[in-house]
DNA sequence: TCTCATTGATTACATATGTAGTCGTTAAGA
DNA sequence: TCTTAACGACTACATATGTAATCAATGAGA
């Protein structure tokens, strides 16, 4: 109902999933590699997004296929307003100025900004 | 170094804090109506925001006072990184577009942004 | 057919977090 | 001086999260 709450952990599982489904759960620990968490664990982390709701499964022979039952945009953009409302009082320029300053944001990320811009302001 | 974590309930605790201080811990309870916590719940947030090296004391007779030990640039900073790092691999375009779509930024934010902008170009 | 590796289900356990309660001490008022 | 209210310290307990291990069933290979 409430869109889910997903964790830090799980999300790497969600973007896996995101980026390619139906998979099955050794499918994805394999993807997970830079994680370098047991397959346990990745098993752990997705009986508990089934149970959130944030993901779906499928029987296919003794086994699940799972895929993503939120989309992805759903859930940053909730992190999202979350954040700036929590940090800033949901502005979004003191945000930008944070990214701005601590790594610098590339030409195209400047670029893509202003064309953002631009077309809220029409 | 290692900024401490601040829970969401813990930075409210500080946000009251960050606006005034040094306060005592009853003070801050009553700072924080809005929450609607015990003063109970508000000492066992600033303790553990003691422990965590965010929040300063100084007795004044049998008391405390608190204040910040960490300001809230490097935390807002830090958290609004994490999670452009985490949902879009820093990158500050399609946060800001999130923050557009979900409830509209006024003109002034917009406007903010512009001028933002036009800095980060210079 | 028999064995075993794999799968989902269940259980485990430490730390973080939300939300308090109890206790011993002490300053301040009667 | 005696009492009490308030303070910090310690304790409590449920849920979330990170990180697995065990168990029972079963399909696939010997």
Redesign the interface.
Known sequence: MTLPNIS?AE?HVMDVLWREHPLAAADIAQRLDAQDWSQRTVKTLLSRLVEKGAVGTKPQGRRFLYSPAVER?TV??R???H??D???G??????????????G?SDD??A???A??AE??S
Chains 1, 2 share one sequence.
């Open positions: 830090e999300m945009g940053t953009g992190a999202t307003r954040l700036a929590r940090l800033f949901g502005r979004a320029a003191p945000l930008v100025a944070h990214l701005a300053e601590g790594k944001l990320d400047i893509e900004l202003e953002l811009i809220l302001k």
